[in-house]
């Protein structure tokens, strides 16, 4: 069974400073992706970026980028220059195959409060 | 295009009744999801769909029976609402072989039982 898991349930980060969110976990398919999803207050689920298992680079996008260490199993996602929207809760979430549904798998969550 | 909508956006039920929420989707994507959050955790998938007539159990499928008798729809149905079905229910689509992978999501449904 696929399982993610992240430890830190709530951050402070200043403003304009970078914030690492830990993302780990578990899986025996060779074959998977790595999501991270933002939920603001309003509730919605906001995709932000991805990493699937066979890539070679770490993905970006924007202000986000993943550090995926692969061996380590981990997926952290680090947030740059840090906004006061930025402020709300990530999810870690892993994709199994195709053949196995697509389905995902999410962590607990992080809750970010971006401070002035 | 909408997107993935869901119907109702909020209910409160009584401990012993019925409903039945909604997921449309107009992106013509194969597989189709429900999701619960409770609060302060992440989604667990009650069930899925990957195709139109066929449905499969998720992580927390009890209480719950969903259908899929057409491609852009997939119920969810509650036949006896407890409280720990108090929870805000998310819907997904996907179609396997784009880019991601990626689930789009519906806005949430949020269901209180009393």
């Known amino acids: 069974a696929q399982k993610i898991t992240q430890t830190q349930p709530g951050m402070f980060v200043q403003e304009k400073e970078a914030v690492t969110l830990d993302c780990t976990y578990d899986t025996s398919d060779p074959s998977y992706g790595l999501f991270w999803y933002k939920q603001p207050s309003s509730g919605e689920m906001i995709f932000l970026i991805y990493?699937?298992?066979?890539?070679?680079q770490n993905a970006t996008e924007g202000r986000y980028s993943l550090n995926f260490q692969k061996a380590r199993k981990s997926a952290n996602l680090v947030i740059s220059a840090s906004q006061l929207g930025d402020s709300a809760m990530y999810f870690c979430?892993?994709?199994?195959?195709?053949?196995?549904?697509?389905?995902?798998?999410f962590g607990g969550g992080t809750r970010v409060l971006v401070k002035p | 295009n909408a997107g993935v909508t869901q119907t109702p956006k909020f209910r409160v039920l009584k401990t012993g009744q019925s409903m039945t929420l909604l997921c449309a989707q107009d992106?013509?994507?194969?597989?189709m999801y429900w999701y619960r959050q409770d609060p302060g955790m992440g989604l667990r998938l009650i069930h899925y769909s990957v195709g139109e007539g066929t449905t499969a159990k998720g992580e927390v499928p009890d209480g719950y029976n969903v259908s899929r008798l057409k491609k852009q729809n997939f119920l969810l149905g509650l036949e006896s609402a407890a409280p720990s079905q108090t929870s805000v229910y998310f819907c997904?689509?996907?179609?396997?072989?784009?880019?991601?992978?990626?689930?789009?999501f519906g806005p949430g449904t949020r269901l209180t039982v009393l």
């Open positions: 997904a689509s996907s179609i396997p072989g784009n880019t991601y992978n990626e689930q789009f």
């Open positions: 979430a892993m994709r199994e195959s195709v053949a196995a549904g697509n389905k995902l798998t």
């Open positions: 990493q699937g298992s066979y890539d070679q």
């Open positions: 992106m013509n994507h194969e597989y």
